[in-house]
């Protein structure tokens, strides 16, 4: 029998999740993953931390695949769309051990940066070099 927890029996909307905005330029945000198991929905958060005092963290690097963003995955209840590759890396990787593990930590360039937003973006590209730095460990996805 699988552990009940908050994260599985959150409720969802269908509303899209808005980014909170970053102190540009040495802030960043890293994603939550939460647990889960198999086919229930991806549960992240997202957290602004400053790039000078980084968690303990892990980056994932992954090959995109089709630029389609048509899955759902849940930030704090909303929806924000990925790739069918970026859901398959998020939901390998996601805790989902027994007993109820924690979240993992990690910094995703597809959803910690708003895409959709040209300032943002663009400011935190020129950051990646050193977030890559400041990780434990880089987890690659190929798909």
């Known amino acids: 029998m699988k552990p009940s927890t908050s994260s599985r029996d959150a409720v969802h909307s269908k509303e899209k999740y808005q980014y909170r905005p970053i102190g540009l330029p040495y802030e960043l945000r890293m994603l939550e993953l939460l647990p889960g198991y198999g086919d229930e929905p991806v549960q992240i958060r997202l957290l602004h931390h400053p790039l000078s005092s980084l968690p303990e963290c892990e980056a994932l690097s992954y090959e995109w695949g089709s630029p389609e963003r048509d899955h759902e995955i849940f930030c704090e209840g909303k929806v924000l769309k990925v790739t069918s590759n970026l859901l398959a890396?998020?939901?390998?990787?996601?805790?989902?051990?027994?007993?109820?593990?924690?979240?993992?930590?990690?910094?995703?360039?597809?959803?910690?940066?708003?895409?959709?937003?040209?300032?943002?973006?663009?400011?935190?590209?020129?950051?990646?070099?050193?977030?890559?730095?400041?990780?434990?460990?880089?987890l690659v996805w190929i798909g």
């Open 89 to 138: 890396a998020l939901k390998r990787s996601r805790p989902s051990g027994q007993p109820v593990q924690k979240p993992r930590l990690l910094w995703i360039d597809a959803l910690c940066i708003n895409q959709e937003d040209i300032d943002e973006r663009s400011e935190q590209v020129k950051l990646m070099t050193e977030i890559y730095r400041n990780v434990g460990r880089t």
